[in-house]
């Protein structure tokens, strides 16, 4: 085809055009890269990318209540789809695009695809300030976009149309790396925006981006092979790079042949099944203390797609075999050399298969395995003590969780972000497949829940999804309950309110300094009420449950755990997105098992417990480790 045919469009229409036509294909199987675009119009999109969605309905425009919400839907969908597919997202110019940036932060720490279009301010200048715009007398070459530079692993402005034609490409290569991916930022001033341009046709012809699967250098796979056969006490740690490389399967066959056990990161939860009988569960601050006691004495931890986040390692604290080493299975070189590991970079699936080939009749020691089963046994049995506490008279979070679990499909998806849940879950939540378990842990984003679970459900529309949400989040963003109506993505949404940050008011009792600031409650003389107040605090007339209903959902309200149960099944039949609302209590919780997480405490003070904290805490700082 001549190099040289154009067609007249102006740039928005020429973007929309060319992301239909991208493709990804691995392992043979093809696909469109974008399921469509995410959008809120104002002056800086709406005649741009806003005329080009309408012109082009094939393309599908969703409509979104909050700018970061739409993001969170966007990166939680790719996360679902395991990367090979993503969103678009449009916003106008000013405090709708700055809305993105968190969301842009949550997607690039995740390493999620995600593709930002933000709306700016004029390129011809002639009219600044522009509504909404922050003005520099520096610069002129300057907006509220440049926020997303540090939050990108791509990021440009297009300023003259031509310049859309060296952009996309990089878009493109940066949002299908499994290694660099994240959100891809395109900023978009209005007038090159909406303005023509005689482009290119080999722009818009189909393109195909193949996601590879990168095999570990050979010498490196050896080396790897002699350290595992020369371990006694190895232990895999599976990250989220097990479930984007589809990797399950394999992993269980490598764990079925060498008899080495698993523990699983916030991410990787449900690489193995829950009842694997290698399967130790959760690990670091908020692990099991099946696996805490395994990486304790472990003497070789095999890393695999993780990028040891303070809570994995429990601040450096997990590992204590003195000459513990690492190998570390991943994409991207800059996770797999953590910890000064022998570093396999490459895909998980490619990597366990030439492994599994060089250790060919090995298997650990069969006293190590037995150990390794019966702490997996013991744990179970803990988790099955918590799914049977009844508390009262406001029922334990630990027992909601696990009527969930138990009357929630196997194949249904459970996501969740913030707050105390997030390391209940971590513990207790039985994933009985891959994508059973789906936890927003790397920001931690109090309102990801909801906008990410309507980016599930429209990622696996044939899954129940259940959001495990505090008031707290809910509180923060749950106007996507309206979008999820619109669009008829059922979503089951279990809202479960304690007054306020259960989980900041516990490190906060930890820290020596009472909860302060934690509980929804009135303030007395002037001072709002930390826990020793109790009961005397006066709660706020707060009704979250009518809060659901004025957006839509059929709200089922809950007292017991029996009602909570009845409620489970009636939101399975619910035509629309249910909100299942419960109060739970404030106090009880899940201990943490032989771990520890890091948070500095204040080293000089007025209070004496707060004194006490920091002593407790010189203690274990003197514990976290260098792997040098
Ligand atoms: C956007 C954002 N702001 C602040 C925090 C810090 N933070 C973590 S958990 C939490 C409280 C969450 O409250 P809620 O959703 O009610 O859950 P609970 O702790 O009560 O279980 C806060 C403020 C955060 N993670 N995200
Ligand atoms: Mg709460």
Redesign the pocket.
């Known amino acids: 085809m001549n190099q040289q045919t154009t067609k007249r469009l102006t740039t928005a229409q020429a973007i929309i055009t060319f992301l239909k036509n991208q493709y990804v294909e691995r392992d043979g199987v093809e696909r469109p890269f974008f399921a469509g675009c995410f959008g809120i119009f104002g002056h800086g999109n709406i005649a741009g990318i806003g005329q080009a969605l309408q012109q082009m309905p094939e393309f599908r425009y969703y409509q979104a209540r909050n700018e970061q919400a739409m993001v969170h839907a966007a990166a939680a969908f790719a996360k679902t789809k395991n990367r090979l597919q993503a969103f678009a997202c449009t916003s106008s110019i000013g405090p709708g695009a700055t809305n993105m940036v968190t969301g842009a932060a949550t997607a690039t720490i995740n390493r999620l695809p995600v593709l930002l279009l933000p709306g700016d301010i004029f390129a011809r200048r002639n009219v600044a300030p522009v509504l909404q715009q922050l003005e520099s007398e520096h610069s002129q070459d300057i907006s509220v976009n440049d926020c997303f530079k540090p939050v990108s692993r791509y990021w440009d402005r297009i300023s003259r149309p031509e310049q859309a034609l060296t952009a996309l490409p990089e878009a493109m290569r940066v949002l299908t790396s499994p290694a660099d991916t994240g959100a891809v930022t395109v900023a978009l001033p209005q007038d090159p925006q909406a303005g023509a341009y005689a482009f290119p046709e080999a722009l818009f012809h189909k393109r195909v981006w193949r996601i590879p699967r990168n095999r570990p250098d050979r010498g490196a796979l050896e080396q790897a092979a002699a350290w595992i056969r020369a371990s006694q006490r190895p232990l895999i740690i599976a990250g989220g790079g097990v479930l984007y490389a589809e990797a399950s399967g394999t992993l269980q066959h490598f764990v079925d042949q060498a008899g080495i056990p698993v523990s699983e990161t916030m991410a990787g939860k449900g690489s193995l099944r829950y009842d694997h009988p290698l399967n130790l569960g959760a690990i670091g601050a908020t692990g099991t203390f099946a696996s805490n006691r395994v990486a304790k004495d472990a003497d070789l931890v095999i890393g695999i797609g993780t990028r040891y986040s303070d809570f994995t390692t429990s601040s450096k604290t997990a590992f204590r075999y003195p000459d513990v080493r690492f190998i570390n299975i991943n994409v991207a070189s800059f996770d797999a050399s953590k910890h000064l590991a022998l570093p396999l970079v490459g895909d998980a699936k490619a990597a366990l298969e030439e492994l599994l080939l060089l250790l060919d009749g090995y298997r650990v020691d069969e006293s190590y395995r037995a150990h390794s089963e019966q702490l997996h046994s013991a744990w179970d049995a803990e988790v099955e003590r918590i799914y049977a506490i009844r508390n009262e008279p406001l029922p334990s979070q630990g027992e909601l969780i696990g009527a969930v679990n138990e009357l929630s499909a196997p194949d249904a998806i459970m996501v969740c972000a913030a707050?105390s849940l997030p390391g209940d879950l971590h513990k207790l939540w039985r994933s009985r497949h891959p994508k059973n378990y789906h936890l927003e842990y790397g920001y931690s984003c109090m309102g990801y829940e909801i906008a990410g679970g309507l980016g599930i459900k429209m990622a696996a529309p044939e899954r129940d999804v259940y959001v495990m949400v505090?008031?707290?989040s809910y509180l923060m963003m749950n106007g996507e309950i309206v979008t999820s109506i619109q669009e008829n993505h059922k979503l089951v949404i279990v809202l479960?309110?304690?007054?306020?940050?259960?989980s900041i008011g516990a490190l906060s009792r930890s820290l020596g300094q009472d909860g302060f600031g934690t509980r929804y409650a009135y303030p007395s003389n002037g001072v709002l009420p930390g826990d020793t107040a109790g009961a005397e605090a006066r709660t706020l007339p707060v009704d979250l449950a009518a809060n659901a209903r004025s957006l839509g959902a059929h709200v089922i309200e809950c007292k017991t755990y029996a009602d909570f149960v009845a409620a489970l099944s009636e939101a399975r039949t619910a035509d629309r997105t249910a909100v299942i609302y419960i109060q739970n209590d404030r106090y009880v919780g899940i201990p943490s098992y032989e771990s520890w997480w890091d948070v500095q405490v204040a080293e000089v003070s007025e209070m004496p417990q707060v004194e006490a904290a920091y002593a407790e805490w010189a203690k274990m700082r003197a514990q976290e480790r260098y792997f040098l």
């Open positions: 707050g505090g008031d707290g479960l309110d304690n007054d306020g940050y259960k």
